[in-house]
C-alpha cells in the first residue's frame, strides 16, 4: 500500500508511512512516529502536507484522515481538471504551429499501439470532426476498461452528431445505456461486426486491429482517406439492422 500511495498519489517515503500510521489510527504525533518511522521533528512537517492535499485534517494538536474515498475523489477530480486544461492548451499550441506550416500534412496510414494512445488519438480526431460513426465489437465487452478514460472527454462530443453501433443482440448494461445518454449518441444494431472502428467527417478512420504479439494491448491503424471512408460507411449501411437514420 506505501508503493500505491507512493506510485499514484505521488507521496514521498515519510508521507505515504505517516498517512497510513494515521489511517491505522494514531492519534499523537509520537504514535504516529513510533508506527511509521518518521523522525518526531518530521512530523507535523509531513502532516501538514498531507494536510493541504487533502488528505488530512486537523483536529485541536493532532489530525484526523479524510474519508480515504473522499479524498480520492477529490483529487482525481482536480486531475482531471488539470489534464483537461494541458490538454486545451496543447491543441491550441498545435492549431497557432500549423498557421506557421499551412502546407503540412497528416500522416496517410499510421499504426497506434497502447489503449491510452489509441483513445488519445481517436479523442483528437474526434476534437476536429462534426460527425462520428462509432463501430463497437470487442470495444462493447471491455467498456468497463475504457469508460473511465472516456469520461473525461464527454464534453468533446457534445455539439457533434455521434452515432454508436453495436452488435445485432448485445444487450446494454444500465452504466453502458448511462455512457451513450451523456454522449448524446444515436445507437444502431449491425450484424455482422468484426472489428471495432471510428469513421469521423467521412475522411478519418480508426481500426482496432487485433496485435499478435499481446493478447490484451490495443492496437489501431488510422487511415486518413475519403475514398475508404466512404466504402465502409456504404457497408455498415448494407448490414444495419431495423429502421434508424443511416451513418
Known amino acids: 500500500m506505501e508503493e500505491k500511495l507512493r506510485t499514484v498519489l505521488g507521496l514521498n517515503k515519510y508521507e505515504a508511512r505517516l498517512y497510513l500510521a494515521v489511517l491505522r489510527g494514531a492519534n499523537t504525533p509520537q504514535e504516529a512516529a513510533a508506527t511509521s518511522g518518521v523522525p518526531l521533528p518530521r512530523v507535523y512537517d509531513v502532516a501538514r502536507r498531507l494536510e493541504h492535499r487533502g ?15 473522499e479524498a480520492a475523489s477529490r483529487i482525481a477530480s ?20 500549423k498557421e506557421l506550416a499551412p502546407r503540412a500534412k497528416g500522416v496517410g496510414v499510421e ?11 481517436s479523442l483528437a480526431i474526434v476534437a476536429g470532426a462534426r460527425e462520428v460513426v462509432f463501430v463497437a465489437w ?7 476498461l475504457v469508460r473511465p478514460i472516456i ?3 464527454i464534453d468533446i462530443l457534445r455539439g457533434k452528431k455521434v452515432t454508436v453501433i453495436l452488435p445485432e443482440g448485445y444487450r446494454l448494461t444500465p452504466e453502458a445505456e448511462e455512457l451513450l445518454r451523456r454522449m448524446e449518441a444515436e445507437t444502431l444494431r449491425m450484424k455482422g461486426l468484426a472489428m ?6 467521412s475522411t478519418h478512420i480508426v481500426l482496432g486491429v487485433p496485435d499478435p504479439e ?14 475508404f471512408a466512404s466504402a465502409l460507411l456504404a457497408n455498415i449501411r448494407k448490414n444495419l439492422v431495423g429502421a434508424g437514420r443511416r451513418p
Open 111 to 121: 499504426l497506434v499501439r497502447g489503449l491510452e494512445e489509441v483513445l488519445a488519438t
Open 78 to 97: 482536480l486531475k482531471l481538471v488539470e489534464a483537461a486544461v494541458a490538454a486545451k492548451n496543447i491543441a491550441e499550441l498545435g492549431r497557432r504551429l
Open 196 to 201: 471495432d472502428m471510428m469513421i469521423a467527417d
Open 151 to 153: 469520461e473525461p472527454y
Open 55 to 69: 488528505l488530512l485534517r486537523r483536529r485541536g494538536k493532532w489530525y484526523d484522515p479524510v474519508d480515504p474515498e
Open 138 to 144: 470487442k470495444a462493447a465487452e471491455r467498456l468497463d
Open 214 to 227: 499481446a493478447k490484451d494491448e490495443a492496437v489501431a491503424i488510422v487511415v486518413r482517406s475519403p475514398e
